[in-house]
């Protein structure tokens, strides 16, 4: 079955115009005529032979314009699951609660070696909610106020629901927040691990089992089989070392903004646009689009 390249330009910073999508078409060799998703933002290029990603970037010449490749055939996927933290919502939660302790620089440092696969992620977990023991809840209150949803975060969990999907929220971060994001987005499910506390602060301690990669996996494996789905009808996102298994085992497994280990494994990227640019590699065009 030939490929679809999809186009998708950084609404902010560039426009996709006809001679970068030809000059593009040209480079891949694609058979047929593009065809327009949203004006000077996003574009299908159809009929390729196989999939040439690295192609398709150089023929962008460093321009930021995302490339992302499916099959043709049915490209909307039926069930997504999506990471929270710096894919859903634009921040890493557990490191703006610890900012409330005085711990913000220590426990980003850890954060970043656990996405980046340098620590294992239960131990990392264990150890920075550790380091929160005391902590008042009211800093939980005041966490959720600062936290912002990634642009085209309700426009992608509206639209696929609208188009059938199943959707889920599937996080190595906490059930205060993934309650909240999920409910503010519209996903159908959410997971995520539950820090204790003693009624008025934090114990330092998180409900077992935690939450881990191995689980973001058997929910996305779960929730297809519970909707009679094959494993090519899921769509997976996220940014870190964590969601790489879900990322691998999707159908479509899109690497968000992503760390380097994840970056280096998941040829599907989008590195400079929001979340728009995951419905877009789905074919959806713009005037499909629900708020």
């Known amino acids: 079955m030939p490929y679809v390249l999809t186009l998708v330009a950084a609404r902010n910073a560039t426009m996709l115009t006809s001679a970068t999508i030809a ?8 058979s047929l005529a593009p065809q327009l998703l949203s004006e000077g933002e996003a574009a299908d290029i159809p009929g390729l032979a196989e999939p040439t990603l690295a192609v ?15 099959r043709e055939g049915n490209r909307r996927r039926r069930l997504l699951v999506a990471d929270m933290d710096s894919t859903i919502v634009t921040g890493e939660t557990l ?55 990634t642009p085209g975060a309700r426009t992608l969990v509206a639209t696929m629901r609208g188009a059938g999907a199943v959707t ?23 997971r995520a691990n539950e820090l204790l506390d003693d009624g008025r602060a934090l114990t330092g301690e998180v409900a077992e089992p935690i939450l881990g990669p191995d689980t973001k996996l058997d929910t996305m494996q779960a929730l297809a089989e519970a909707s009679g789905l094959q ?20 159908g479509l497994g899109i690497a968000f903004h992503a760390k380097p280990i994840v970056a280096a494994q998941i040829e599907n990227q989008v590195n400079f646009c929001d979340l728009r640019a995951v419905l877009f590699a789905q074919g959806f065009s713009v005037g499909e689009f629900r708020e």
């Not at 889920?168 to 959410?190: I, K, M, P, Q």
């Open 231 to 250: 494993g090519d009808a899921t769509l997976a996102i996220g940014d870190g070392a964590n969601d790489l298994a879900m990322l691998k085992a999707a």
């Open 56 to 70: 398709a970037r150089a023929a962008l010449e460093g321009a930021p314009i995302d490339a992302l490749v499916t």
């Open 168 to 190: 889920a929220l599937v996080s190595g971060g906490f059930t205060f927040f993934t309650a909240r994001v999920a409910a503010l987005c519209g996903f159908d499910h959410h």
């Open 95 to 149: 490191d703006e609660l610890a900012g409330h302790a005085g711990l913000g620089q220590a426990v980003a440092a850890i954060t970043h070696r656990s996405m980046n696969g340098e620590i294992d992620f239960r131990e990392a977990l264990r150890l920075r909610v550790g380091m929160l023991m005391g902590l008042d809840l009211m800093a939980m209150e005041t966490t959720w106020n600062g936290v912002r949803l």
């Open 23 to 30: 000059r593009v078409r040209d480079a891949v060799g694609g």
